[in-house]
Structures are given as structure tokens and as C-alpha cells.
């Protein structure tokens, strides 16, 4: 049971925009920040945002991020077929002390 | 080049010890933040431990006492002892290099490089 509940799967087609959902608490999402990691099959994961919105250099645009109280998401424009990955958001647990990952979600490109 | 290189995995007998390294090119190991993360077959990430750049160390509850996390700067690598091990520590182990810090009343942190990670299975 992951701290961060994240939907197991999602899907889209080509060109649409997806929007990943990552729920928390007043413990974690709420006073700290959040990133979100890209992992493509038998791949290290990678840094997709950053601080909640921030886009490490290199990533493409169509990759963004929000939050909003308890809950942070992550919106993907313009969806493609290399998009196709596991997707995971994480961040600081002020109860535990400690760094918390959802239990991420599978994106299927249709 | 930037990079981590993770080594060491290998299949392992319930109760026995392995060293994982993670050997660092094109930054210094001992000026940031390392961590170990864990992934277990068809699973998500579970952090394991970080080794800050004082050199103070924590763990996940599920491997404190069991595991170490240590490094040495004179060969820009960082190690994670494994003893005791379960059949549930079987996974794939990923070092990472953080940024970490506080903004205000936040705690920042982030992962920017990762390894390509090292499989550790634990069986008999």
C-alpha cells in the first residue's frame, strides 16, 4: 500500500492529452513539493517535473505538472507512442520523515 | 560523461550478504545526496536509503539494521551492505543522486540521475 495513490493504469490515443492523478495528504502533497519519474520498460526511471512544475532541461514541453491541496497531477499533451511507460510522482512525508512514491500507473498509447 | 553504474547483484540464499556499488563519473559522490532505491519484479519504487554529503545516513524500517549505506570518496562509489537478507529484498536496486533541500516550510527533494540498476534476487 503506497502512500501516494496513484490510478494503476491509463490510456490514450495518439494526440490526445492524458492527465495522471497522484492523491496524498496534508502530510505530504500539501506542504512539500512533488516530482514525477518516467520509467519505460526495462528502463532506470527518469525525471519527468520537478518542485511540483519544473521541467529538467531536455524533457519535451508536452510533459507538465500541477497540484492542488492533497492532490498533484501529471498532463501529457499531444500523446505519442514513446509516451508509453510507467509513470510514478513522489515526495516528502513530514509524518514519516521520509521520501514516498505512489505505486504508479501504466500509460497505454491505443 | 554523468553517470552511475550500479554492480554486485546476483542470486543470493535467504540469510546471506551481498555489497552493491555505484560507481560515479563526472560529479563528486561526496558533495550530494546518494540513495538506494528498490524495485521489486512488476512492482513500484521503494526508497531504501541515502548517505548525505556530512555523511549521515538513514534507512527505510524495512532494511534498518540489516542494511548499510556507505561510500568512498577516493574512488567516487557508493556501497550498500545487504545482510540477512529475504526472499522480499528480490529486486532491482537503483542508485540515485538527489538534490534536497527546504523552501520556506517545504521539503524539496528529487532525484536527477539515476542507474540503470543492478538485480538482486534472494532464493534458495
Known amino acids: 500500500q503506497s502512500v501516494l495513490t496513484q490510478p494503476p493504469s491509463a490510456s490514450g490515443t495518439p494526440g490526445q492529452r492524458v492527465t495522471i492523478s497522484c492523491s496524498g495528504s496534508?502530510?505530504?502533497?500539501?506542504?512539500?513539493?512533488v516530482n514525477w519519474y518516467q520509467q519505460l520498460p526495462g528502463a532506470a526511471p527518469k525525471l519527468l517535473i520537478y518542485?511540483?512544475?519544473q521541467r529538467p532541461s531536455g524533457v519535451s514541453d508536452r510533459f507538465s505538472g500541477s497540484k492542488s491541496g492533497t492532490s498533484a497531477s501529471l498532463t501529457i499533451s499531444g500523446l505519442q507512442s514513446e509516451d508509453e511507460a510507467d509513470y510514478y510522482c513522489?515526495?516528502?512525508?513530514?509524518?514519516?520523515?521520509?521520501?514516498?512514491f505512489g505505486g504508479g500507473t501504466k500509460l497505454t498509447v491505443l | 560523461e554523468v553517470q552511475l553504474v550500479e554492480s554486485g547483484g546476483g542470486l543470493i540464499q535467504p540469510g546471506g550478504s551481498v555489497r552493491l556499488s555505484c560507481a560515479a563519473s563526472?560529479?563528486?559522490?561526496?558533495?550530494?545526496?546518494m540513495n538506494w532505491v528498490r524495485q521489486s519484479p512488476g512492482k513500484g519504487l521503494e526508497w531504501v536509503s541515502v548517505?548525505?554529503?556530512?555523511?549521515?545516513?538513514y534507512y527505510a524500517d524495512s532494511v534498518k539494521g540489516r542494511f548499510t549505506i556507505s561510500r568512498d570518496n577516493s574512488k567516487n562509489t557508493l556501497y550498500l551492505q545487504m545482510n540477512n537478507l529475504r526472499v522480499d529484498d528480490t529486486a532491482v536496486y537503483f542508485c540515485?543522486?538527489?538534490?534536497?533541500?527546504?523552501?520556506?516550510?517545504?521539503?524539496?527533494?528529487?532525484?536527477?540521475?539515476w542507474g540503470r540498476g543492478t538485480l538482486v534476487t534472494v532464493a534458495s
Open positions: 540515485a543522486r538527489e538534490h534536497f533541500d527546504f523552501w520556506g516550510l517545504q521539503t524539496r527533494w528529487y532525484f536527477d540521475l
Open positions: 563526472g560529479f563528486i559522490v561526496s558533495s550530494n545526496y
Open positions: 548517505i548525505n554529503g556530512g555523511g549521515t545516513v
Open positions: 496534508t502530510s505530504n502533497i500539501a506542504p512539500n513539493t
Open positions: 518542485h511540483d512544475n
Open positions: 513522489a515526495a516528502w512525508d513530514d509524518n514519516l520523515s521520509g521520501r514516498v
